[in-house]
């Protein structure tokens, strides 16, 4: 096991690294860089451009080149690997598990592809990156690896102990030896303990665990997450449409699907379309959060005009216009929270399990609370502050009606969209905001109305 010395990235230490990469000084580079976890070494990469961060590479390790690579931003990586030769990535691509290496080759032009992959001197590792190319990048098959442990049925407890270690010279990570039959149809697992307690003349099929959890192959990567996260998995066995065992997904894939689906979902309630990073360029940037911000500019004039309409109301109760930014601000933020949870709730298998009708009753009963509690609070104050009994009806009456009408968007227009078959983020941020904005005003004038008689 290699041993990793403890690395503190600084703004100096960054300058002077950068000053010796222009500088090609390479014997500095190397010992600062010894024994540096290449996780590390990626943050220290991150900084540079892709001609300084090749040099670098060219310094290292091939093994540990071939993890920084991976660890590579999908952006970043696209430009980096540009600067090597077909032959140059094979390199790399043979150090790595059969999922990141097709990770890496697909950023790669078809033609260099070929090139890569049929440089590469392990042939096995050459198949199953050629067999992982047909699976699309989001669904099980595109994330599994090819490299795992597996057992067959009849094996003694001996043969299967002399396999693992013939296997585990290309495979990383163990968590457990994967039982299938003689057409390697997956049959269930075995734990590493249970074989080393076992007698070497017993059979793996009076040891092995038959309750396995699987996927197929073209099983969505948000169902692969939440299937590894419900069970607690550090890995999963991946089978095809005959149940046959072909691949695995460990647990540092499923975090990436999670995370990423986290950001996609806060760049998206937060006004932000695309998968945008902090390093993008400025067009890349504004292109992902102008058309939010139109939407919100657009509904901001609807909301103006909206006013306009009843200008002659205000002139004659002057104080109507003070509580205007207090019923939109309240109604923006209680569609927000209620989207959030549910888009939270859609992305667990367990949530919403109940009737649309128990769903809606449910939101009601609490918008409820919450309105009555926040309109006997502004009651209060605008009677204190005003003496106005009727101003301080319509600010509270509104404010109740607002609550309860945003409470209901924020719930039932997430929910449409996830029917629909569209991101349920989206339904947050500026458009929930700006249509309650437009809501909370209709409300707000027309109790105006109707208590002061207009």
């Known amino acids: 096991m290699i041993e990793h010395m403890e690395f503190e990235l600084s703004k100096e230490y960054l300058e002077r690294f ?13 010992s ?3 024994g540096v976890n290449p996780a590390d070494i990626s943050e220290v990469i991150r900084e540079l451009d892709a001609e300084q961060t090749k040099f670098v590479i060219d310094l290292l390790d091939v093994e540990i080149g071939a993890e920084i690579i991976v660890n590579l931003e999908e952006d970043r990586q696209s430009l980096f690997l540009e600067n090597f030769t077909a032959d140059e990535l094979a390199t790399f691509v043979d150090q790595m598990d059969s999922d990141d290496g097709v990770d890496v080759i697909n950023e790669l032009p078809i033609e260099k592809r070929e090139e890569v992959i049929a440089s590469v001197e392990n042939e096995e590792k050459a198949g199953y990156i050629l067999d992982l190319l047909r699976y699309e990048e989001d669904v099980a098959g595109g994330l599994m690896a090819k490299e795992m442990i597996c057992a067959n049925l009849n094996w003694t407890i001996q043969q299967c102990i002399e396999e693992i270690r013939k296997q585990a010279e290309n495979v990383e ?28 003349d017993a059979l793996v099929a009076d ?13 969505d990567e948000e169902e692969v997450a939440l299937t590894m996260q419900k069970y607690d998995l550090e890995a999963l066995p991946v089978v095809n449409v ?12 499923a975090m990436d699907v999670i995370t990423e689906q986290a950001e996609e979902d806060r760049q998206m309630m937060t006004g932000i379309s ?10 890349v940037l504004s292109k992902a959060r102008l058309p939010w911000l139109v939407i919100g500019l657009v509904g901001g004039l609807l909301g103006a005009k909206f006013i306009s309409l009843f200008e002659k109301d205000i002139a004659l109760i002057p104080a109507m216009a003070f509580f ?65 009994q009727a101003m301080a009806g319509t600010v509270a009456i509104a404010l109740f009606s607002v609550v309860l009408l945003a409470s209901f968007m924020g719930t039932i227009t997430p929910l449409i969209l996830d029917k629909v078959g569209i991101n349920p983020a989206m339904a947050s941020g500026p458009f929930i905001t700006t249509a309650n904005d437009l809501l909370g005003l209709t409300v707000y004038f027309l109790v105006a109305h109707f208590l002061y008689g207009f």
Request: proline share 1%; hydrophobic share 45%; no cysteine.
């Open 18 to 30: 950068t000053e010796a990469v222009d500088a090609k000084e390479a014997d500095f580079v190397t």
């Open 32 to 34: 600062t860089l010894d």
């Open 173 to 200: 990570k163990i968590y457990s030896v994967y039982v299938v039959d003689n057409d390697g149809k997956l049959l269930g697992r075995v734990a590493l303990k249970k074989i080393i307690l076992s007698e070497p």
């Open 207 to 219: 040891i092995y665990e038959d309750d396995i959890v699987s996927v197929g192959t073209h099983a």
């Open 242 to 253: 005959k149940g046959k065992l072909v691949g695995r997904i460990t647990i540092d894939d």
């Open 274 to 283: 695309g998968d945008v990073e902090e390093d993008d360029t400025v067009w």
């Open 324 to 388: 205007i930014p207090l019923i939109t601000a309240t109604g923006g933020n209680v569609g927000i929270q209620s989207s959030s949870i549910v888009v939270q709730g859609l992305a667990s298998y367990n949530a919403f399990e109940d009737t649309l009708l128990k769903k809606m009753v449910k939101v009601l009963f609490v918008a409820v609370v919450n309105g009555i509690i926040l309109a006997l609070i502004v009651f209060g104050i605008v009677i204190f502050s005003t003496s106005d």
